[in-house]
T-cell receptor, first 115, second 113 residues
Framework: ETGVTQSPTHLIKTRGQQVTLRCSSQ?????VSWYQQALGQGPQFIFQ???????GRGNFPPRFSGLQFPNYSSELNVNALELDDSALYLC??????????????FGPGTRLTVT | SQQGEEDPQALSIQEGENATMNCSYK?????LQWYRQNSGRGLVHLIL?????REKHSGRLRVTLDTSKKSSSLLITASRAADTASYFC?????????????FGSGTRLLVRP
C-alpha cells in the first residue's frame, strides 16, 4: 500500500455533466500528479500541483482543472464530460525538492464511466 | 505519442519460467522506472535505474538499461501466478520546475499456474 487514497472508487456520469475526483497524498509528500488511463493504454499525464499551484500540464483541455489544498490533498474536476473521458483516473503523490528521485506513489484510481 | 514503448504487448508463460519485457524510449533520460499494475488498479513502483547504471536487481527482478540503444529490459525470474499484471516502463520529462512521468503502453503478463 502506498498511503495514497482516492475517492470514489467508481463513478458513472452522463455526458455534459461535471465530476470531482479526490485524492489524499502520502504523508510528507508535497506534490500531486493526475493521470488518465484509457483501457489498454498507459497512463497519460494531466497535470501536476506543487504548493497549491498548477506546476505543469499535459495535453488536456481547460475543462480539466484541479486544486491542491494546504494538507496536500487534491481534486481533479472535469466539466462538460465527454464519452472519451471514460477512463481510470490515477493520482500520484511525490516529494519534490533536493535530491528528488522522481518516483511517484499511486493511489488505486477512480474508474469513471461516461454514458 | 508516448515516450516508452513496451514489447511484447502481451506475454503468456508457465509458472516457474522467466519473463522478459523490453522498453524503448526516444529522448535522453535521467532515470527509467518500471511499474506494475494489477487489473484496473493503481500502479506500484517496482524499480528505478539511473542513466549511469547498466543493471539493477531487486529480489526476482533484474533491470538493464542501454542508453546507447535507448532501451531497457525487465526480467522476472521464477515467475509466479501472482506476477500476473501489466508492467509499464516510465521515463521522466522535466518541465521547468516540475516533471512528469511518460509511460509506455505496457506489457500484459499472464503467468499460468
Amino acid at each position: 500500500e502506498t498511503g495514497v487514497t482516492q475517492s470514489p472508487t467508481h463513478l458513472i456520469k452522463t455526458r455534459g455533466q461535471q465530476v470531482t475526483l479526490r485524492c489524499s497524498s502520502q504523508s510528507g509528500h508535497n506534490t500531486v500528479s493526475w493521470y488518465q488511463q484509457a483501457l489498454g493504454q498507459g497512463p497519460q499525464f494531466i497535470f501536476q500541483y506543487y504548493r497549491e499551484e498548477e506546476n505543469g500540464r499535459g495535453n488536456f483541455p481547460p475543462r480539466f482543472s484541479g486544486l491542491q489544498f494546504p494538507n496536500y490533498s487534491s481534486e481533479l474536476n472535469v466539466n462538460a464530460l465527454e464519452l472519451d473521458d471514460s477512463a481510470l483516473y490515477l493520482c500520484a503523490s511525490s516529494l519534490y525538492g533536493a535530491r528528488v528521485r522522481y518516483e511517484q506513489y499511486f493511489g488505486p484510481g477512480t474508474r469513471l464511466t461516461v454514458t | 505519442s508516448q515516450q516508452g514503448e513496451e514489447d511484447p504487448q502481451a506475454l503468456s508463460i508457465q509458472e516457474g519460467e522467466n519473463a522478459t519485457m523490453n522498453c524503448s524510449y526516444k529522448t535522453s533520460i535521467n532515470n527509467l522506472q518500471w511499474y506494475r499494475q494489477n487489473s484496473g488498479r493503481g500502479l506500484v513502483h517496482l524499480i528505478l535505474i539511473r542513466s549511469n547504471e547498466r543493471e539493477k536487481h531487486s529480489g526476482r527482478l533484474r533491470v538493464t538499461l542501454d542508453t546507447s540503444k535507448k532501451s531497457s529490459s525487465l526480467l522476472i525470474t521464477a515467475s509466479r501466478a501472482a506476477d500476473t499484471a501489466s508492467y509499464f516502463c516510465a521515463t521522466v520529462l522535466r518541465m521547468d520546475s516540475s516533471y512528469k512521468l511518460i509511460f509506455g503502453s505496457g506489457t500484459r503478463l499472464l503467468v499460468r499456474p
